[in-house]
């Protein structure tokens, strides 16, 4: 089935068509990424709230990626490089942004006051280069803006066949994992962001053949089914090695793609018609709305305040959302500062 160009429109997050469950996955991922940064491992606890890290161990990232690209389709197929330049602008902004902020403030204010080493050019070089230095994740930030602008290209190359180039790519990109190619070549250059494009790339098409197909609409006229055909799928891929193995430099594989469509399908046909409490649903809406601001500030909390807080040098659960509420405390205050001025986008 060819897909006309400039005739799919995806619904726009408005107060009317927002979907709820989509939002409170966003928050739950969010509070994983954090897990997987700052939480020790090895400590020994019954506490049952972290069997989040456990059932969804490494699909965080591609159920994010997923998520972006979804939403992301009428930027592409409308093929306006305006908008691809808002877009991009709008992505650029945290990745260049915070490591220039991070980078002022520690070296003029915090070493000298609190007990801290400088942060040198080179790493800041490095961090504005690759995303991944003194601000680890934003390799995935990097891999979000390149992708787009590939997936750019691809459309306005190809026009109508895209889905069909998409598919190809993605199929290319299983193959250098499942050769180990794409292993080796991370071996090589040592860079987060290189070793992990063609990790994120299926995940891409994932999200855009998704939106092509308008699934979300779909799967709401067919919520009951959904929920438990995906979430068996989830389950049970996890649990038996369905697929087979490769060496991953943290996303490879059919099993994670997958698993993270299986826990996106599963949340976004939550019924969110049945809570009564509007004061719940507004709350949750307004957490996720700073779920960008938690990505990029998380593992600098972590960094500056693991000093003087415990719980977080530890590595406990409690000091995970600890470091989450100060992640967007700092969000929500910073937004209302800037406005609705382009340095909005380092926090939403």
Known sequence: MEIPLKTIKIKEETPKSYNFGLGFLRMILALRVIISHCYNHKLKTNNKLLILAVVSRRVHVPSFFIISFYFILNVLIQLNPKLLYKRIVRLSIPYLGWP??????????????????????????????????????????????????????????????????????????????????????????????????????????????????????????????????????????????????????????????????????????FPSEYIQSKKLINLIRQITNFTAGVFYLHYTVYIYSRNYFQFIRKGTFLGCVFIYLISYLISFYSSKLTGKTIFRNLFA
């Open 100 to 269: 220039i902020i991070i980078y002022i403030l520690n070296n003029a204010i915090i070493c000298r006051f609190f007990n801290f080493h400088k942060i040198s050019f080179i790493q800041l070089k490095s961090q504005l280069l690759w995303g991944n230095n003194y601000i680890i994740q934003l390799w995935f930030q990097w891999d979000l803006i390149f992708i787009t602008i590939l997936f750019f290209l691809i459309i306005f190359i190809s026009g109508k066949y895209h889905l069909f180039l998409f598919h190809l790519l993605a199929i290319v990109a299983y193959i250098c994992q499942y050769s180990g190619y794409n292993y080796q070549f991370y071996l090589f250059c040592k860079k987060e962001c290189l070793g992990r494009f063609f990790e994120m790339i299926p995940y891409a098409v994932t999200g855009l053949t998704l939106a092509s197909f308008k699934m979300f609409d779909y799967l709401n006229k067919n919520r009951t089914k959904t929920l438990i055909l995906s979430s068996l799928i989830f389950i049970l891929v996890g649990k038996y090695e369905v697929f087979a193995k490769v060496k991953s430099v943290s996303y490879s594989g059919l099993k994670l793609n997958v698993r993270a469509v299986s826990l996106v399908f599963s949340f976004s046909v």
